[in-house]
């Protein structure tokens, strides 16, 4: 009887054993299953992390096979991504993806858009993902406050659409006419009170999560960028918020550390073919070199453009050298800005994450480096950028 009993008690730790290891092989995660009606088979599908402030790579593509598509992976703790079709085409959704098995329905619907290629989706239903609820009712602010946009925009339609055609029109007088009316100052004070709520809303929805991974995720999915005002809203987190990782992104981004006086972060500049050229080749004889980031879309960027042009007439001969980076993410729009502009220097694609080394939030944005590559000056404009080198 006790041979028995001991046999049992030996297979049964066995099996224990068995199960514990098979425990520790199979490592948990997530399995996106989406079945988007509309999506010819073939189709590309990209998973990009999102609401890091950052131009993401996708983590994993995939192909749609049988009008559905499958990722799998694993995830070190909830993380929000952006579901698209791979390449240039525009449009997607956001997922909020746990360790667990979620399906994704819906429907989408390709249309072009001032010569791009779009897709609509609609009717997007997630199922399995608990924390993409939790997601969907904490972010719902969002739809109220694009309420009360449309409605404060709708009431002072006209006014607004008055003095933008006098402005189109470049008729000063009727513009300053209309500025400076009641209708006007209406406009003026809805705008204000409703970026005021904008402001309070934001502000208490993060303090009421402020003691977990929330509080930082909701600052990075609510705020497009960031200014040096909200590291007061990142300081009242909990420590336990600010350790996550959400909320180390958001340190990184608050408190980034200085390049000035070290080499610089990153040298990599690929040209249209895909080839390096080398940062020595183009400082080779120069006391200086200034690494410009802009866009084509960045009006302000191609306002300063003339004027770069003039300085860099000065200083060409006497050891100054300029290197333009688009932070573009569309080749096309890159090549053909690049095109209207004739840059007489360097100009090239960030191809391979420049701005986000050099943790570029806003553009333009000059860099002053010496012939060796080290950070002189950082986050520079044109008329600084001028006094530094003088």
Known sequence: MKQVLFKKVIFVTAVLALVTTLSFQQTPGYTITGDIKGLPDGTGIELLPSATHKNE????????????????????????????????????????????????????????????????????????????????AKTSLRSRLDKLYTAYNNNNKDIFDQVQEANNNKDTVLYNQLVASDAYKKFERDEKAFFDTVEVSIRKLILANKDTWWGPFLMLDQYSYFTPEQKELFDQLSQKAKDSYYGKVVAAELYPPSHVGRKAPSLAFVDQQQQQV??????????????????????????????????????????????????????????KANNEE???????????????????????????????????????????LKARIK
Not at 286 to 315: H, M, Q, T
Not at 354 to 363: F, H, P, Q, R
Request: proline letters at 3%; hydrophobic letters at 45%.
């Open 278 to 335: 080398s940062f020595a080749s183009m400082a080779k004889g120069k006391r200086y070199v200034i690494i410009d980031f802009w866009a084509s879309w960045c009006g302000p960027c191609r306002k300063a453009v003339p004027a770069l042009k003039n300085y860099y007439e000065e200083i060409a001969g006497k050891g100054v050298e300029i290197i333009s980076v688009s932070i573009d993410k569309k080749e096309a729009d890159w090549v």
């Open 57 to 136: 790579k996708p983590v994993a593509v995939t192909t749609v096979k049988g009008g559905k598509f499958v990722f799998t992976g694993a995830a070190g703790g909830p993380r929000l991504f952006f579901v698209k079709i791979a390449g240039d085409d525009y449009g997607g959704f956001q997922l909020m993806v746990d360790n667990t098995a979620i399906h994704v329905s819906g429907v989408t619907k390709a249309f072009a858009e001032n010569g791009r290629r779009n897709h609509e989706f609609t009717e997007i239903k997630v199922t399995g993902s608990k924390v993409h609820d939790e997601y969907l």
């Open 342 to 384: 004739k840059f007489p220097w360097h100009s090239f694609l960030d191809r391979q994450g420049l701005a986000d080394a050099y943790n570029v939030k806003a553009i333009p944005a000059m860099f002053l480096l010496d012939g060796e590559g080290k950070v002189l000056a950082e986050n520079l404009m044109l008329d600084s």
